[in-house]
């Protein structure tokens, strides 16, 4: 792991301006799209959380990205898990005092060959629990810590798996958790709305990760649309988006 990102210290005179040193949390970061997030969020010197199951995980992850003007910090992080969700919160409070940018990455349950009928039902409990209700706990622990500063950007990574705009037979655990997740975040986006703390959701399309299998884009690219949202300066919040462009819900 690097050295602490430098903070300028404030100087006199009027002219002085001490910059604002953005912290993001990536969940899932140790891998995949999450782990390229991070490094494009590192790339603007943002002190980067890369949330990860598995500590040892993370910490490789955070070791490979140590180069970066931004400090990378494994962080264990289950989002299922409640306890860990908690405590993270409070690591966070107490270390930093602040977090400007949660992107909600972690999930799974992509699953081509499965249809409604045949699924067994465990598996879509738990592609609510990831997809939903794990973004639903992160949320509503982290966005304390957005009002403090009456800023933040909240990134629910989503697909157009989710959208009512499309139809099909396959992947009904992933379909539907991703759809419920689109729906959290119109509402979470409304609760917030002229708080500071913009939600969208962000399909970054299909992408060459372990879970997309080949043949999809380059991840840097489908990453590249969840970082637009995590660093927007307009103030566009409850929308659906790819590639910077709003896509239906």
Known sequence: MNAPARRLPA???ASAITPIHRVALVTGANR????????QLGERGMTV?????????????????????GEMIAVQLDITRQD???????????????????VNNAGGYY??????????????REAMDTHLFGTWRVCS?????MHRHGYGRIVNVSSGYGATTTSGANCPAYRVSKAALNSYTRTLASELEGSGILVNAVCPGWVATDMGGPGGRPVRDGAAGIVWAACLTESLTGGF?????????
């Open 111 to 124: 699953h081509p060959r499965t249809n409604p009928v045949e699924v067994d039902i465990a598996p879509a």
């Open 241 to 249: 988006y790819r590639d910077g462009q709003r896509i239906a819900w």
């Open 11 to 13: 100087t006199a005179g």
């Open 32 to 39: 995949g799209l999450g782990f390229e997030v991070a490094r």
């Open 84 to 102: 860990q969700v908690d405590t993270l919160a409070r690591w966070i409070t107490i270390t930093y005092g602040r977090l400007d940018v949660l």
């Open 49 to 69: 959380l890369l949330g990860a199951r598995d500590m040892d995980k993370g910490l490789h992850a955070a070791r490979q990205l140590a180069h970066l003007p």
């Open 141 to 145: 622990a982290m966005s304390p810590l």
